[in-house]
């Protein structure tokens, strides 16, 4: 079965770094365009990045836009989020996706196939 599995959170003092990453199993991961989301306590989950099935095409949420890169390896099968400059309402748990679409592609959750269980990222103020 497909699994999405994601590493790297942890506790950072702000203005630090965190790279995560999302190692994907049972797909064809080149035929997937990757995003990240983020849920924060009692808050909706949100779009932070996506990239398209080459890499050639990134999108990025206005509040991480010069901060957070994304960025995938095919032949690891893994989507990385490189998150720099963390500030303490980037706190929240961090999940990857996987749409199989090939258009544009979405920032909402429902559009996506796939989900991983999440890992959190605390940045201490």
């Known amino acids: 079965q497909v699994q999405l599995v994601e590493s790297g959170g942890g506790l950072v003092q702000a203005g630090g770094s965190l790279r995560l990453s999302c190692a994907a199993s049972?797909?064809?991961?080149?035929?997937?365009?990757m995003s990240w989301f983020r849920q924060a306590p009692g808050k909706e989950r949100e779009f932070v990045a996506a990239?398209?099935?080459?890499?050639?095409?990134?999108g990025y949420a206005d509040s991480v836009k010069g901060r957070f890169t994304i960025s995938r390896d095919n032949a690891k099968n893994t989507v990385y989020l490189q998150m720099n400059s963390l500030k303490p309402e980037d706190t929240a748990v961090y999940y990857c996706?996987?749409?199989?679409?090939?258009?544009?592609?979405?920032?909402?959750?429902?559009?996506?196939?796939?989900w991983g269980q999440g890992t959190q990222v605390t940045a201490s103020s």
């Open positions: 990239i398209n099935q080459s890499g050639g095409n990134t």
């Open positions: 049972g797909l064809t991961f080149s035929m997937y365009a």
């Open positions: 996706a996987a749409t199989r679409t090939r258009l544009t592609i979405p920032r909402l959750p429902r559009n996506y196939d796939y």
